[in-house]
């Protein structure tokens, strides 16, 4: 599996735009990135996955570099209720789907 | 729709005890895998089981063990309980073995206390 890197921490202040970078430069081609969270004392939620083309579902945007080397979540009104770790996963397609959870982002979303 | 549920929600265990923790997958859902979370780090992955069978296994000693049942919910167990198996430990369902398109689906564990 391919390695990542994401900031340990970053702010954002309520109702403006969250961007989480992940830099996953060793990723293979049949792997997807796939975003989770986890909000304090609750288990882990999917957000949105990708293989090469931007995603946006109802809870966030996912932009995937053209290289795919790295990739931005972007929750597009933050709100206190986003506050939570965010992990950046690849996966390879062709494998058991267990998850490699590496340290993530700590998102603090403040008034 | 209920979600994955984890039982009991909080445990407290003596060394050299034995644990079995329990999880119902969300309806539908064939696979079931189990992670642990110590505090201040990422899951890890323990095991994953579909349609009863062990479809992966992390690195974790013997001494942890699980199985699936025909309604697909699933039991984890810990012999020989250390201080280091404190921690809490999550249950994820997902539809099939395959990761392309099948996100897990997480409860929300069961915090294990080892004293």
């Known amino acids: 599996d391919a390695k990542t890197t994401q900031p340990p921490s970053m702010d954002c202040a309520e109702g403006r735009a969250a961007n989480l970078p992940c830099n996953h430069s060793?990723?293979?081609?049949?792997?997807?990135v796939y975003w989770y969270r986890q909000i304090h004392s609750q288990g882990p939620q999917y957000i949105i996955h990708?293989?090469?083309n931007n995603e946006t579902n109802e809870m966030a945007s996912l932009i995937i570099t053209e290289d795919r080397k790295s990739s931005t979540l972007i929750l597009p009104h933050a709100t206190l209720r986003d506050t939570a770790v965010y992990y950046c996963i690849p996966i390879n397609t062709g494998t058991a789907s267990k998850l490699t959870f590496g340290t993530g982002t700590r998102l603090q979303v403040t008034l | 729709d209920a979600g994955v549920t984890q039982s009991p929600t909080h445990l407290i265990k003596t060394r050299g005890q034995q644990v079995t923790l329990r999880c119902s997958p969300i309806?539908?859902?064939?696979?079931v895998s189990w992670y642990q979370q110590v505090l201040g780090q990422g899951p890890q992955f323990i095991f994953q089981?579909?349609?009863?069978?062990?479809?992966g296994r992390g690195n974790f000693p013997d001494r942890f063990s699980a199985r699936q049942f025909p309604n697909y919910s699933s039991e984890l167990n810990v012999n020989a309980l250390l201080l280091g198996d404190s921690a809490l430990y999550l249950c994820?369902?997902?539809?099939?073995?395959?990761?392309?398109?099948?996100?897990?689906?997480f409860g929300d564990g069961t915090r294990l206390s080892i004293l």
């Open positions: 990708g293989l090469k």
């Open positions: 060793t990723i293979s081609g049949n792997e997807y």
């Open positions: 994820a369902s997902s539809l099939g073995v395959q990761g392309w398109g099948q996100p897990q689906h």
């Open positions: 089981y579909y349609e009863k069978e062990e479809r």
């Open positions: 309806s539908g859902h064939k696979s």
